[in-house]
Nanobody, 125 residues
Framework: QVQLVESGGGLVQAGGSLRLSCAAS????????MAWFRQAPGKEREFVAA????????FTATSVKGRFTISRDYAKNMVYLQMNSLKPYDTAVYSC??????????????????WGQGTQVTISS
């Protein structure tokens, strides 16, 4: 069983930065495809970014490309989401997701087997 715990959310002003962390246990991140999703109130869950188990390939949503970067630390068994130039519409609950490698539906929430509880990110204007 894989457990994911997010941290690093908070309240920042527009234009600021945050780094979200996702700590994985039960399996190494090198054996998982990892991703970040977000969900704003009244909206569907939205893909943000994903990184393959090898760490070689990343995928980033158009809405955050150039501002957000996903990365992983094998030694710490962590995945990160560096968020820069934050905008009010980035406000959402951000969740970490994971699944064993295989397939390529990286942007689909239903493709992932494991989820964290989420961390709130609020951007003030």
């Amino acid at each position: 069983q894989v457990q994911l715990v997010e941290s690093g959310g908070g309240l920042v002003q527009a234009g600021g930065s945050l780094r979200l962390s996702c700590a994985a246990s039960g399996r190494t991140v090198s054996s998982l495809t990892m991703a970040w999703f977000r969900q704003a109130p009244g909206k569907e869950r939205e893909f943000v970014a994903a990184i393959t188990s090898s760490g070689v390939t990343t995928f980033t949503a158009t809405s955050v490309k150039g501002r957000f970067t996903i990365s992983r630390d094998y030694a710490k068994n962590m995945v990160y989401l560096q968020m820069n130039s934050l905008k009010p519409y980035d406000t959402a609950v951000y969740s970490c997701a994971a699944r064993p490698p295989g397939g390529s539906s990286y942007t689909s929430p239903g493709w992932y087997d494991y989820w964290g509880q989420g961390t709130q990110v609020t951007i003030s204007s």
